[in-house]
Every structure is written in structure tokens, then in C-alpha cells.
């Protein structure tokens, strides 16, 4: 029986691959070592666009927490803003709000307001 180069090559590589496999153990980590917070817990961005009297009509999460995302569209409704105008006519605004959840109280962290958006 003659055997092929291919095939010693390939038992060749199995031995290799499988006690590398061996001697790779998992890392432990240690019982006492600190938790992690992520950056995003409890931070929402909310999309909002005003009417033309200055309440928000229109509030979309973007990014954040999933768990607070109610919550922080709820917030976005609440606000209000001044009315403005533009050449003497009545216009929506629309920008963006970062709210951050500490308790029971949403923070605002943020706020860009965008340019103005005629209602034509």
C-alpha cells in the first residue's frame, strides 16, 4: 500500500491543529475583578420635530438603551420650545435630545436643535 504525500501532509497538520486545540486553555477571570458598565446604559438619542407653536409632535429613538426607550420618547413629547419664525411665517424645528435615565429621572444630557424646517 502506497500512501500519498497529501495524505501524510494532512495527518501532519491534524496532529498540529489539534494540540495547539490542546494547549489553548480559556483565560479565568478572577471572582474579584470590577463589572464593566457600558458607556450606553441608560443613555437614549431622540429624533424630535415641532409643531409650529413649539410642542414636539414627533419624537423617534436613534441609538441607546432599548430598555428606555419608551421612556425617552415620553420625555421628548414633554417638551416645549419657543415659537419661531422665519420671514414673518410660523416654522417646525427638528434636532436631536440625549437623555440619560439616573432613577426614575430622565436627564438631558444634550441637545442640538437643527435649522428650521418650513411647513409649505
Not at 419661531?84 to 436643535?113: C, D, N, P, W
Amino acid at each position: 500500500m502506497k500512501i500519498s504525500h497529501i495524505t501524510i501532509l494532512c495527518v501532519v497538520l491534524l496532529l498540529i491543529t489539534s494540540a495547539y486545540a490542546q494547549s489553548r486553555k480559556p483565560e479565568k477571570q478572577s471572582p474579584s475583578s470590577p463589572t464593566i458598565v457600558r458607556p450606553m446604559e441608560r443613555i437614549v438619542a431622540v429624533y424630535f420635530r415641532t409643531d409650529l407653536d413649539g410642542r414636539v409632535d414627533y419624537a423617534s429613538v436613534k441609538s441607546g438603551d432599548s430598555a428606555y426607550y419608551d421612556r425617552a420618547v415620553a420625555a421628548a413629547k414633554k417638551l416645549k420650545f419657543s415659537r419661531r419664525r422665519y420671514r414673518g411665517q410660523l416654522i417646525s424645528t427638528a434636532g436631536i435630545v440625549v437623555y440619560k435615565f439616573v432613577g426614575e429621572r430622565a436627564i438631558i444630557m444634550e441637545m442640538h436643535k437643527g435649522r428650521a424646517v418650513t411647513t409649505d
